[in-house]
């Protein structure tokens, strides 16, 4: 079985369950990681190392209520993008399978 045919049958299963469920499943993973990625690099650029006093100070909380605003946007931006390229390549490979 080639990975297209791997590909293929994993995004027949998503699709069957719906956009609505991919998007909110990937954007919060992708928002997750991002958020938790910045808090953390912000803190290592702010004092040149993740030490225990950042994340005790009121940097961290301040890094952390910026990043939980643009989190979001950036997982719904990355979960819409991956459904799109995903359907791009599904609709490709349909288009082989008839020929």
Request: proline content about 1%; cysteine-free; hydrophobic content about 40%.
């Amino acid at each position: 079985m080639t990975s297209d045919d791997q590909f293929y049958r994993k995004w027949y299963i998503t699709r069957y369950k719906g956009k609505k469920r991919y998007m909110w499943r990937t954007g919060a993973i992708q928002a997750a990681l991002f958020f938790a990625v910045l808090t953390v690099f912000a803190g290592f650029i702010e004092h040149g190392s993740i030490t225990v006093e950042y994340f005790t100070s009121g940097d961290v909380l301040s890094y952390g209520m910026f990043f939980a605003v643009i989190a979001p946007v950036y997982g719904w931006s990355a979960a819409r993008s991956a459904w799109y390229r995903n359907e791009q390549r599904f609709d490709d490979l349909e288009k082989i399978r008839e020929d």
